[in-house]
């Protein structure tokens, strides 16, 4: 009986990744160097669209690709990845040009890595600003080295106040912003606050928050919803995103609850227009990890509102 002949790469097809993948999925961001991050698939694959190539050597997945649609505004794009014995064959470009595809004309945006870049910008996507990736351990009083803005010093030292796990945290009086745990009649609100600043209804992935979060925290003023924030697991950190405010003030206010709530190291990627979050940030520990280029494809930018969209749920989602 003759064997079969070994499957070579280009006869392998593009399919649907489902939940049930989510092991193989996590076997891929191991070999890359990415935390496993099966919850984060897990959410990914239920409120967005996956793809994969499985490897012809039957040893799991050589590639992802990951889809997020909004409507007809954008389908943000993520999850690229490679395994690194198939990688420089072309097996990246296939992917985005099948996603490009089946696009048609919905306009397409991502968080570039280094590695992915060149490749989007082949494939005509424009550079529209930047993510840094900042992380480590979250210390409630600066470093005292640089001054902070009076608001983030005040709220600093509220926060040092409040007991580690404490779930509300108010800022000083001199704000009348206080933050408290998302409670489930929340979610319309969020959404309506959500809209103007991600530019787009997202429900789909809002409703699956409370569920996805160890912590979803929202800010008031006078009974307003003014910002929320959300904060998930990954690898051995706990990520802050979505992170959506009115101010920086009130960014730094969602942080520092949330950060109140966990021993582990956090994580983020802001939107390098914020550099006062920013530096408040390093000044609390964490440090640049990385960088992500923020791209789009038949759109000019991001729609939304940038001074409102502190951070990303996820880069893969926007
Ligand atoms: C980025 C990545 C998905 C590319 O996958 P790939 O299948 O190797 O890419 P392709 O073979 O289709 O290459 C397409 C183009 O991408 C660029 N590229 C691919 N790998 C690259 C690398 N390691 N460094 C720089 N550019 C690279 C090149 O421009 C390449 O064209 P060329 O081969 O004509 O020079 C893969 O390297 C990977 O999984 N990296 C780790 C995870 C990651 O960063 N993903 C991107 C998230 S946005």
Not at 33 to 37: E, L
Not at 140 to 144: H, K, L, Q
């Given at each position: 009986m003759r064997s079969p002949s070994p499957r070579s790469l280009v006869d392998m097809p593009i399919r649907r990744l489902n939940r049930g993948d989510l092991v193989p999925c996590a076997d891929l961001c191991e070999d890359r160097?990415?935390?496993?991050?099966e919850h984060r698939w897990g959410l990914l694959l239920s409120a967005g669209t996956g793809y994969g190539i499985d490897a012809p050597d039957g040893k799991g997945l050589a590639a992802t690709c990951l889809t997020m649609p909004y409507g007809s505004d954008f389908t943000a794009v993520g999850m690229m990845l490679v395994a690194g014995r198939y990688a420089r064959q072309g097996i990246a470009r296939r992917l985005m040009r099948q996603v490009m595809e089946t696009a048609g004309g919905t306009p397409l945006a991502l968080y570039a890595t280094e590695q992915g870049q060149p490749l989007y910008e082949d494939l005509g996507f424009s550079p529209v600003g930047r993510a840094e990736r900042v992380g480590g351990r979250f210390a409630?009083?600066?470093?005292?080295g640089f001054p902070a803005p009076s608001a983030a010093r005040s709220l600093a030292a509220s926060a040092a106040q409040a007991s580690p796990g404490s779930a509300a945290y108010s800022p000083p009086s001199a704000s009348t912003v206080t933050t408290r745990p998302a409670a489930a009649d929340d979610l319309q609100a969020m959404v309506r606050l959500d809209l103007p600043v991600f530019g787009t209804d997202r429900t789909h992935l809002l409703a699956r928050l409370p569920a996805f979060s160890d912590r979803l925290q929202v800010a008031e003023e006078h009974g307003e919803l003014v910002g929320y924030a959300a904060l998930w697991p990954s690898g051995p950190a706990e990520v802050v995103g979505p992170l959506i405010a009115r101010d920086t003030a009130t960014a730094q206010a969602l942080v520092t609850a949330l950060a109140a709530t966990t021993d582990r190291p956090l994580r983020a990627d802001v939107d390098a227009r914020h550099q006062e979050l920013l530096g408040w940030l390093a000044e609390r520990g964490l440090e640049p990890l990385s960088r992500t280029t923020v791209m789009t494809y038949g759109i000019p930018d991001l729609p939304g509102d940038a001074t409102r969209r502190f951070a990303p749920l996820t880069v893969a989602t926007g």
């Open positions: 160097g990415w935390p496993r991050d409630a009083t600066g470093s005292g």
